[in-house]
């Protein structure tokens, strides 16, 4: 078995999320795949620019309850069906708001 090269623990979900690519102006909307303190993989059909910086919109929430997270981050890895994006955000409040979202869409077994 391959060792795992994440710092983070990644939490397999659905949330709603719009991606800008700052520099170029290019903006994307979709769901996510996985989320993790660390980062989150964005399925887009068009690939994109490997480290350009980006800001990650996730919205989370029940009914009339959602709330939303803006997370700064950059593209770190591409490939046919998508991108990861590392989190380059490390603040308080950041981290916080992604402990939130973790704890409330993981399983038991996972800790994050």
Request: with cysteine; hydrophobic share 35%; net charge negative.
């Amino acid at each position: 078995m391959a060792k795992e090269r994440r710092g983070c623990t990644r939490v397999e979900l659905k949330l709603q999320t719009s991606l800008l690519l700052v520099r170029i102006d290019v903006y994307h909307s979709g769901m996510i795949d996985n989320l993790s303190l660390g980062g989150c993989y964005f399925p887009v059909d068009q690939g994109l620019p490997l480290g350009e910086k980006c800001q990650v919109d996730i919205s989370f929430g029940d009914g009339l309850d959602v709330d939303r997270i803006t997370v700064c981050g950059k593209v770190s890895r591409v490939d046919t069906h998508g991108a990861g994006i590392e989190f380059v955000d490390n603040s308080a409040e950041t981290l916080a708001g992604l402990k939130d979202i973790l704890k409330r869409y993981s399983s038991p077994e996972e800790q994050i």
